[in-house]
Protein backbone atom coordinates (compact mmCIF):
# COMPACT_ATOMS: atom_id res chain seq x y z
CA UNK A 1 0.00 0.00 0.00
CA UNK A 2 2.99 2.66 0.63
CA UNK A 3 2.45 3.67 -3.35
CA UNK A 4 -0.83 5.04 -2.56
CA UNK A 5 -1.06 6.18 0.80
CA UNK A 6 0.02 10.03 -0.24
CA UNK A 7 -3.16 9.99 -2.51
CA UNK A 8 -5.21 10.01 1.40
CA UNK A 9 -6.29 13.45 1.64
CA UNK A 10 -8.82 12.34 4.40
CA UNK A 11 -7.30 12.75 8.00
CA UNK A 12 -6.54 9.34 8.89
CA UNK A 13 -6.01 7.93 12.56
CA UNK A 14 -3.03 5.01 12.59
CA UNK A 15 -3.44 3.51 16.14
CA UNK A 16 -1.41 0.76 17.01
CA UNK A 17 -0.54 -1.20 20.73
CA UNK A 18 3.31 -0.83 21.76
CA UNK A 19 4.14 -4.91 21.57
CA UNK A 20 1.94 -5.45 18.39
CA UNK A 21 3.65 -7.84 16.43
CA UNK A 22 1.75 -8.13 13.79
CA UNK A 23 1.75 -4.18 12.55
CA UNK A 24 4.38 -3.17 14.93
CA UNK A 25 4.83 0.62 16.01
CA UNK A 26 7.37 0.89 13.72
CA UNK A 27 5.87 0.18 10.40
CA UNK A 28 2.62 2.38 11.54
CA UNK A 29 5.22 4.97 11.84
CA UNK A 30 5.94 4.35 8.82
CA UNK A 31 1.90 4.30 7.51
CA UNK A 32 1.86 7.71 9.22
CA UNK A 33 4.46 9.10 7.42
CA UNK A 34 3.18 8.22 4.40
CA UNK A 35 -0.16 9.72 4.71
CA UNK A 36 -0.31 13.29 4.08
CA UNK A 37 -2.95 14.20 6.99
CA UNK A 38 -2.57 11.50 9.72
CA UNK A 39 -1.75 11.21 13.49
CA UNK A 40 0.30 8.12 15.26
CA UNK A 41 -1.04 7.34 18.56
CA UNK A 42 0.70 4.32 20.11
CA UNK A 43 -0.70 3.06 23.28
CA UNK A 44 1.27 1.82 25.78
CA UNK A 45 1.61 -1.86 26.92
CA UNK A 46 -0.89 -3.11 24.33
CA UNK A 47 -0.13 -5.99 21.63
CA UNK A 48 -2.61 -6.19 18.10
CA UNK A 49 -5.61 -6.41 19.44
CA UNK A 50 -5.91 -3.35 21.25
CA UNK A 51 -9.79 -2.99 21.36
CA UNK A 52 -10.13 -6.32 22.82
CA UNK A 53 -6.74 -6.22 25.01
CA UNK A 54 -8.22 -2.35 26.52
CA UNK A 55 -11.22 -0.76 24.72
CA UNK A 56 -10.95 2.10 27.12
CA UNK A 57 -7.53 3.00 26.23
CA UNK A 58 -8.72 3.18 22.79
CA UNK A 59 -11.51 5.21 22.65
CA UNK A 60 -10.27 8.88 23.90
CA UNK A 61 -7.67 9.07 21.09
CA UNK A 62 -10.67 7.90 19.00
CA UNK A 63 -13.17 10.64 20.22
CA UNK A 64 -10.30 13.16 20.49
CA UNK A 65 -9.67 12.71 16.91
CA UNK A 66 -13.09 12.71 15.54
CA UNK A 67 -14.07 15.57 17.66
CA UNK A 68 -10.69 17.68 16.08
CA UNK A 69 -12.07 16.57 12.21
CA UNK A 70 -15.70 16.14 12.54
CA UNK A 71 -17.35 18.77 10.20
Do not use: Y
Amino acid sequence: MAPWLNEIGQPCLVLTGENDGGCNPRLNGQIAQSLPNSELVILPGLRHAILLEAAGQVAPPVLAFLRKHRG
